[in-house]
C-alpha cells in the first residue's frame, strides 16, 4: 500500500513537471513562430520614381526590382512624370494602401517634402534614392551618387586632358541637387588650375537647349576646347551642336573638343567608341537600386542602417568603354 502511494506520487510528480513544461513550451514556440512569421510576411514597397523616361530611371527600377524578387519583397513601381504634384498624389494613395516603406527618387528636393512628412505622420517609413529631401521631414536611409565627385572627376580629366583652356559648363536645372553637387564638384575642380576660364549655362538636362547653347557659344568663343555636360544625355545635343557649326571632330584630329559627361549610358558609351565623346562618369542605377531595397528591408526588420549612402563615380574613357560590367554595356545587351 506504501509502496502503490510512493508510485502514485511519484506518477503526480512527473505530471507536474510535463504540465509545467508543456506550459513554457508554447510559450517559446508561439514567440518563435511570430518571428519567424514577421520575417517570412511578404514586405509590401512602393517605389515612386521623378521619371521612367530616362535610360538610367529604366536601369534603376530593373536594379530595385530584381533586387526584390531575389529578398522576396513586394515592389510597385510608379512613374512620376517629371511633375512633383504627381508624386505627392502617389505619396498620399500608398499611404492609404499601408504599404511597408516607400522608397522615393524625388523630383525635387523641396517640393517632395510634405509628402514625406505624411508619411512620417502615418509611421511609413521613406528611403530615398538618386537625390534627396530637404530638410523637414525623416528619411530612414538616403542613397545617392556621390555627385560632387563626380564633377571633381571629370574637372580632373580636362585638366590632365588639355592643360589650359576655356570650358562650356552645361548644367542641369539650378534648383536640382544632382546639378548643385555635380557643378560645385566640377567648379572646385577647375579652381585647382589657374589656366582654365569655366562659362557655364542652364541648358535644363535638355538636348535639345544643349544644342543651341553649344552652337550660339562656340560661335561667340572660339576659345572653347573642352564641354562639360550636367549628364550624358545633354552630350547629345552637344553633338548637334558641334555637326551645326562644323566643329564636331575625332580626337586624332586638329580642334578636337573634349566632351565629358555623368551617366554612362549606353548612347554615351557609344559615342565614346566612335571618339565623338571623350569620357563620361559612370554612375551605378543597377547597384544604387540594389542598395535601396537591402537598406529597406533592413529596416524593417529592425536593423541599423547608414543615413547616408553613397555609390562611387567611375571615369570611362576609350581604355574601359567596353567593360561588360558597366551598366549601359549591361543595357545594350538587353
Not at 112 to 120: D, F
Not at 277 to 306: R, S
Request: with cysteine; net charge negative; aromatic share 6%.
Amino acid at each position: 500500500m506504501k509502496m502503490k502511494r510512493i508510485n502514485s506520487l511519484v506518477v503526480f510528480l512527473m505530471v507536474l513537471v510535463l504540465v509545467g513544461c508543456s506550459s513554457n513550451n508554447p510559450s517559446a514556440t508561439n514567440k518563435e513562430s511570430e518571428e519567424n512569421n514577421h520575417n517570412e510576411e511578404t514586405i509590401d514597397i512602393a517605389v515612386l520614381l521623378w521619371s521612367r523616361g530616362f535610360e538610367f530611371m529604366v536601369a534603376l527600377d530593373e536594379g530595385i526590382k530584381e533586387e526584390a524578387e531575389k529578398l522576396g519583397a513586394n515592389v510597385t513601381v510608379l512613374d512620376g512624370q517629371e511633375d512633383s504634384q504627381v508624386q505627392l498624389r502617389q505619396i498620399e494613395d500608398n499611404i492609404a494602401k499601408g504599404v511597408d516603406l516607400i522608397i522615393l527618387a524625388p523630383n525635387n528636393s523641396d517640393e517632395l517634402v510634405p509628402g514625406v512628412k505624411k508619411a512620417n505622420d502615418a509611421g511609413i517609413p521613406v528611403v530615398t534614392v538618386d537625390s534627396i529631401v530637404a530638410e523637414g521631414a525623416e528619411i530612414v536611409s538616403s542613397i545617392s551618387f556621390n555627385n560632387a565627385e563626380a564633377g571633381q572627376v571629370a574637372a580632373q580629366y580636362i585638366r590632365t586632358a588639355l592643360g589650359e583652356g576655356t570650358v562650356l559648363e552645361l548644367t542641369g536645372s539650378p534648383a536640382a541637387y544632382h546639378a548643385i553637387f555635380r557643378g560645385g564638384g566640377f567648379n572646385q575642380g577647375m579652381e585647382e588650375s589657374t589656366d582654365f576660364e569655366v562659362i557655364s549655362q542652364n541648358a535644363e538636362w535638355s538636348a535639345e537647349e544643349s544644342q543651341s547653347i553649344t552652337a550660339d557659344s562656340l560661335t561667340a568663343n572660339s576659345e572653347i576646347n573642352a564641354i562639360f555636360t550636367h549628364n550624358d544625355d545633354m552630350q547629345r545635343g552637344v553633338l548637334s551642336g558641334l555637326r551645326q557649326v562644323d566643329k564636331l571632330k575625332t580626337a586624332e584630329e586638329d580642334g578636337y573638343i573634349v566632351s565629358v559627361g555623368v551617366d554612362g549610358t549606353p548612347e554615351a558609351l557609344e559615342r565614346i567608341r566612335k571618339g565623338e565623346q571623350a569620357a563620361t562618369v559612370n554612375q551605378d542605377p543597377f547597384e544604387m537600386g540594389a542598395l535601396a531595397v537591402q537598406t529597406a528591408i533592413k529596416y524593417i526588420k529592425g536593423e541599423d542602417v547608414p543615413k547616408e549612402q553613397f555609390t562611387p563615380p567611375v571615369l570611362i574613357t576609350k581604355e574601359n568603354v567596353d567593360d561588360p560590367d558597366l551598366w549601359g554595356n549591361v543595357m545594350k545587351n538587353k
